[in-house]
């Protein structure tokens, strides 16, 4: 039984890796790929001092394929990888039965969404 949920949580810790690398890698290449249609160009898409800051803005510029949005899209990947692993982590707890730790991660994650949609609403 110990054998069974020591293996488990090497798997949860290994899938945990790989959703970090693929979250840095995938929001690195939209960032790389909004900079150089920005380079190209030579404007970010929108007029000076204006630019998306919500979601549907942000998704709205990719779509017409403005080089600030996309550039923003990578940057809205790379915060939600940590975010993507707070909840593997609070999935591998509970597989655990560490109730202690999953209500923890549990706070941290209600903490990172509260200032996400305190940051949306600002």
């Known amino acids: ?23 840095v890698i995938v929001a690195a290449t939209v960032i790389v790929i909004g900079l150089a249609m920005f380079l190209i160009e030579g404007t970010g898409g929108y007029p000076a001092g204006a630019h998306p800051s919500r979601p549907a803005a942000i998704l709205q510029g990719v779509v017409a394929l403005k080089p600030y949005a996309v550039l923003m899209l990578g ?41 996400m949609i305190i940051g949306y609403l600002g």
């Open 75 to 115: 940057l809205f990947l790379l915060i939600l990888t940590p975010v993507l692993r707070v909840v593997v982590s609070i999935y591998a707890f509970i597989k655990e039965k560490d109730r202690l730790y999953t209500w923890i991660t549990t706070a941290v994650l209600v903490i990172l969404i509260g200032a």
């Open 1 to 23: 039984m110990n054998q069974k949920i020591e293996t488990e949580t090497k798997d949860i810790e290994l899938i945990i890796g790989k959703i970090l690398r693929i979250g």
